[in-house]
Nanobody, 116 residues
Framework: QVQVVESGGGLVQPGGSLRLSCAASGSIFSIRTMGWYRQAPGKQRELVADISSGGSTNYADSVKGRFTISRDNAKNTVYLQMNSLKPEDTAVYYC??????????WGQGTQVTVSS
């Protein structure tokens, strides 16, 4: 069956870095856009960054210049390199994969905590 699995979250000090990974599998159809979203306690889920199959990227203003999204189409995997992390980046980070035909699927989420 279709699976979207994130990894790489954890606890990091302010100014530190983390790299999230997300692997999508289980369908014969191609994946169009893959993206990272986050949800902090008491807040709505928001887009962090996404990337098309052609490599076009889109970032939230709050992470521009600090986060970089990349993708390996052969592996159906997307990465999020997060640098200069701030306490306000603390959230559960979710991966989303948008397949042709079958639609959008979400991962289970991975916790990122930025604290000293």
């Amino acid at each position: 069956q279709v699976q979207v699995v994130e990894s790489g979250g954890g606890l990091v000090q302010p100014g530190g870095s983390l790299r999230l990974s997300c692997a999508a599998s289980g369908s014969i159809f191609s994946i169009r856009t893959m993206g990272w979203y986050r949800q902090a306690p008491g807040k709505q889920r928001e887009l962090v960054a996404d990337i098309s199959s052609g490599g076009s990227t889109n970032y939230a203003d709050s992470v521009k210049g600090r986060f970089t999204i990349s993708r390996d189409n052969a592996k159906n995997t997307v990465y999020l390199q997060m640098n200069s992390l701030k306490p306000e980046d603390t959230a559960v980070y979710y991966c989303n994969a948008q397949w042709a035909v079958i639609g959008s699927y979400w991962g289970q989420g991975t916790q990122v905590t930025v604290s000293s």
